[in-house]
């Protein structure tokens, strides 16, 4: 456990220059190391993770993380500000570097739990929440939403949400540019279906200068990023982050100046193989599950495709990871009498 926030990470954290989304089933502990691998400077952010699971469930198994994440955000799913002010507290203990609460889930099952894009209609809920938040923790305490519910596509919704809010003392949004539909469409779709509408991201930054404003939704490469920054603050990516992580590597240089990364994906792999051994120590974790996280890393390359299926092949589970690297590799199939792909 990670009991206390270094004065460093806290000034790190400030930075919302590039992030990668809090995805559900997808940024776990494991894809985070994968992704601090490649991008020293990007603030990652964790799963949503629900304060009833936090106030009422296994704590160490929803806030433990390996402290080579840092700059790392904890994301909060919730609505009654006094069980978001605990759940924070523990997150500040826990020595993660930003609070997040997510006003933009559309999924009826947070729907149902009264959180996530639906308390968008309710912005001075949210603004207790924030207070109560701010009230109870040093760290940033910041909000994620959309830029309207169902096919309310009124400008002044989100002018006034994010104003009420900031009332309430947060000074960092980071807007989905989109609409979320709360009835007729899947999580899936609310991703896909309402129309991406940057101009609204943009006039809200010209709105409030003052206001740290990241923008997200859609992005696939650098140039669009790029476009973005000259725009608003910073650039939040979900998706393809995580189904093409090799592109976080040129991130650094890219968008912090930073000097060019050496990395390869070869020894990026061999260092996930070093976690995979560690975690399979520490906590008897199979490295079967950490693996999933990057069988995107070869993504385009020749051969990618059987790289992957190695990687993903349940029947190559009882060996140790670094074996399976080999076969990987195509240094041991004809050894093992296995055909891969």
């Known amino acids: 456990m990670n009991s206390q926030v270094t004065q460093e990470n806290q000034q790190v954290a400030l930075n919302w220059r590039m992030s990668v989304a809090p995805m559900m089933d997808w940024t776990d502990r494991h894809c985070r190391y ?5 991008t020293r400077h990007t603030l990652l952010y964790t799963e949503m993770v629900t304060t009833g699971a936090l106030l009422h469930g296994d704590v160490p198994r929803h806030l433990r993380f390996n402290t080579e994440e840092h700059p790392l955000a904890l994301q909060l799913g919730g609505s009654e500000p006094a069980d978001l002010a605990r759940s924070a507290q523990l997150g500040e203990q826990w020595g993660y570097d930003e609070i997040n609460l997510n006003c933009g889930c559309p999924s009826e099952r947070v729907q149902r739990g009264a959180f996530g894009a639906c308390l968008m209609n309710e912005a001075s809920l949210v603004a207790e929440g924030v207070k109560a938040m ?3 923790v040093r760290i940033p305490v910041t ?3 959309r830029i309207g519910i169902d096919k309310n596509e009124s400008y002044d ?9 900031a009332d309430a003392g947060c000074e ?11 009835k007729g469409l899947s999580p899936k779709e609310n991703r896909e279906v309402p129309p991406l509408r940057y101009e609204v991201v943009a006039q809200l930054k010209r709105e409030f200068p003052q206001l740290t404003i990241a923008i997200n939704g859609g992005f696939k490469d650098s140039a669009s990023v790029a476009e973005q920054l000259e725009v608003v603050d910073g650039v939040m990516v979900g998706r393809e982050a995580y189904h093409n992580p090799w592109w976080l590597a040129h991130w650094d240089a890219q968008f912090y100046g930073a000097a060019p990364n ?26 079967y ?29 009882g060996l140790p990871a670094r074996e399976v690297m080999a076969i990987a590799r195509g240094l041991r199939t004809e050894d093992m009498g296995l055909k891969v792909g």
């Open 134 to 136: 701010r009230d109870a």
């Open 34 to 38: 994968l992704h601090r691998l490649l």
């Open 157 to 165: 919704f989100v002018r006034d949400f994010i104003g009420t809010v």
């Open 289 to 317: 599950s950490i693996a999933r996280h990057m069988l995107g890393l070869r993504h385009g390359l020749p051969g990618a495709r059987r790289w992957r299926q190695v990687w993903s092949d349940h029947r190559l589970k």
């Open 172 to 182: 960092v949004f980071i807007v989905h540019a989109r609409n979320a539909w709360l």
């Open 143 to 145: 909000v994620k939403h």
């Open 262 to 287: 050496e990395l390869t994906r070869e020894a990026v792999e061999e260092q996930m193989v070093d976690y995979m051994e560690r975690e399979a120590r520490e906590h008897g974790t199979h490295w």
